[in-house]
């Protein structure tokens, strides 16, 4: 069967439109590839142009004085980029980095499964010791590198759980905020995490690009910006009064916290035990904090902020205050010290309110609790319960308590101040009246303050009448106080009222039979008032709030013990060097420092015994 | 003399010397581009002074090779195969090896790369012998020798071994087709080729079966083949007129059966024959997820690189993907990534379009020649550039498997520039001769 020629030359259209055809499939290709994705162009870029990140100096931690706190220091992570790295000895790799040979194949895969050109992170921040030795064996491993990184060094190791924590951003962090890429640092914890905007500063970049090898090969300058450095943070810590805090509480458990009353600003914040925070840099941050974790005192719990106690008799100032603004009761009610219907302490039968607070009599403000729940003659027992306890919680409420105090300090808690429904919820409607719950009276039963409550208790009391909340940041990058912080509040108790009350305090500490006349201080005549909270079996807490000195007062505070014993014992002594320290710059009570410093769990002999 | 060369200028089809010069040029500007900074890896003034040494060179080849008389590579035809049989034959034993295959005669400095004149002397010699009084297509000897003329060359090189060649050589069958070939053969062609793409889709996966467990999906793939296959055939039977019916069974019974050897030859082919790292080529351009993150290094980079140039491209000898040595073989056979990469789509578009208003000029020069010699070795020349054109552009594209062949006047190399100036050199000197010729 032959084909006619004529039939064979329309073959040449065939293979025309064959040419045409496969010319027109690359054309498209060519558009679908160049045109219509970016996807190509991403992949050349990621392998082309390699982008420096510059990583800005994060803002300082200044003290109120300018002191350092916290500073930037070099760290040194060991990086690999695999496909330099060959066929590599791990053997001798791992004896000189000091880990385990499984362990450092594991990281090398993981290290080649993100990348086999880019360098990733082998060993993290290395000290320079070990950098030093590291880098004389460094050149029998091609593909290892060294890459400076900056982490941060609290100078004196002050004040770790407040500051808070630097360390590298995980998984949650990188999805939140995309500027952290994996390996990047960010403040995880504290004013670390709080100011983490301010403190970080502006990345600079350098673009550049580089060839198959990772050499770089030219930069693209015209996109490149220079990092801008963080913000420096000065806090209204007293670094002095930190580090004397921090020293005095050593072998403890308790808080002190440390007020200036005219300003709400945080002198010092102190809860024990304390830890050094750089123990959480470098690589045996692992470890450290494993062993803080698990440590039966809980370190890393913010004893200041987060340790909700009850306030004991420092509260039965708060007592006398709201019920003399009410009219409820006078400077010179007396009561008398009725011991059937709840137990006191000291030799006294009656006593009007300056005596009933030094003597911290239980039933004077038994009493004032009663009278404060009864304010409705025709009201039955329930009713006026339930009414006396709305009228008491709005009241307390305005002194702080129960509220988060407003000053933007990391990990506060609230505490509880019980209300008429909170009874109802325990009890049911009407099935509750003083009774039931008159231990709240004198500052025990379900109250729950923190330090950080106490020290504005003081401040108040110091005041006469308002309170700065408390705050810890003075300045942010030499724009001064964040706007908002610390707000002027006031408790709602007339100046008047503070008079005899202030004499009470002073007389705590002066009287020789007063509850803190262990807390006496030669040449600073100052207000304070102990309280001693039972905690179950265990030793009572032991508790004194003060501000010194009594005239155009300098400094509140709040000391909180565990289980050591009376508040005249441990906290009432503790605050008076503290409070020498501050005013004075010196301590001239030596023996009670050695004391207190010297002192070791049990604190109160009286519970040696006990199991 | 001087109103022999005015004739011969008269003649000429400048417009495919152009499009040849034109194409020589932008290729040569993307040679320096390629290998300009790649300083690391070669010294700068070899490459593309090198190129430059040979274009001079194939100028002037050229120029000799439309000053010789037509008749005389017609005549010659026998003596360039055989001549280029002993040189393929030579350089199995004494070819230096390069990247596995032994397929260059090393001269000093250069080499010299006998399967790129083979193509030219395979061309002349099928024209030779198609054109020949006497010699019917539709004769079964005609049909056979043919084939042991494009079989030989094709067979060396394969030993070499030089698979994109030989591919080349395959582009021989559009020859033959317009010479009275069935058109049937590219079907079945083009059957073949889905039955093994088709093959080693379903091969390289695993299938669960009754009774028998986990297995290749390739029986699975087989036993539908065969049974569909089968219905198929019986419904065309069925289906068919009585006295058709016996030349149906048999034409579709040799399809079935053939198709079925064919498929289970490429799937103990790829288990078998083919080294890994082939394999491993084969199942990234089909989309196959391949463990090796290498694997697919080649085609991933060169398609980063065009995929990158955009629009306009990021200009002349700019761009970092060719510049910094992330393609391979820049400015070989990956020679087109640098024209994506620097010119971008419409460079490319371009540059696509010059190959193909070449190959179609051609396919016009073959049309209109009195000479039966001369129409076949024009349909030989738009063959081979057609295969260079869709298996280098495709494999950069990611449209073809990886195979090591390069761009016609394109790619860096004296041999392949020498080829395809002889190709194109004899093309239009017998063009120019069209109205002389009598036959």
Redesign the interface.
Known sequence: MELKSRDLEGRQKILGAMVLGVGLIFILRLFAMQITTSHWKNKAERLTEEQETLQPARGLCLDRHGVLLVTNAPSYDLMVVPRLMGDVDTTALASILHVDEEELVSRLNKASRYSRYKASPLVRQLSSREYAQLSLELWKFPGLSIRTRSVRQNVQGLASQIIGEYREADREDLNRDDRYQLGDYLGKSGLEAQYELQLRGTPGVRHHLVDVRNNVRSTLTELDSMPVPGSDLTLTLDVQLQAYAEALLEGKRGAVVALEPSTGEVLAFVSAPSYNGNLLTGTGRGEAYDSLASHPWKPLYNRAVRGTYRPGSIFKMVQGLIAMEAGIISPRTTIVCNRDIIGCHGAHTADDLKHAVVHSCNPYFYEVMRRMLSQHPDKDKFDNARLGMGWWTDRIERFGFGTDLGGNLPGTRSGLVPDSSYYDNIYGRRHWTFRTMYSISIGEGELLTTPLHMANLAAIVANQGWYIEPHLVRDIGGRGKPEGLGQHIDVGVSAEHFEPIHDAMQAVIEDPTGTGRRAKLPGISYCGKTGTVQDGPRADHSVFMAFAPRDNPQIALSVYVENAGAGGEWAAPIASLLIEQYLTGKVSQETRERRIMGATYPLDPQFAQRP | MSARNLRLTAQLDWTTLGLVLLLVVLGWLNVVSATA?AD?VWDMTGKAGKQLMWMAVCAVLMMGLLAIEGEFFIRTSVIHYALVLLLLMAVLVVGKKVGGARSWFGVGSFGIQPSEFAKTATALMISWFLSRDGR?W?TLATRLQSMVILGLPAGFILLQPDAGTVLVFGGFV?VL????LS?NVLLVGVGLLVVGVLTILIGAGTSEYPWLGEASGYWWFLVTFASLGSLVLWLVHEATLPRNRKRMRRWGSTLLVGGLIFSAGIHWGMEHVLQRHQRERIHVLLGIDVDN?DADYNI??A?????????LGKGWASG??T????VPEQETDFIFCTV??EW??LG??VV??L??LL??RV?VL??RQRSQFTRIYA?AV?SIM?MH??VN??MV?G?APVIGIPLPFFSYGGSSLMGFTLLFGILLRLDAERFSVLR
């Open positions: 900074e690391v019917p539709h559009f087709y317009r010479e009275g058109g993150p991933r980079h398609k980063a690189a065009i995929g990158s140039g955009g629009l970092p993907m510049a910094y040595g992330f994506g990469e971008g789509f490319s578009t696509v379009g190959f193909v190959m179609l396919l073959a049309e349909y738009a057609f054109f869709m552009i495709g594209l449209l």
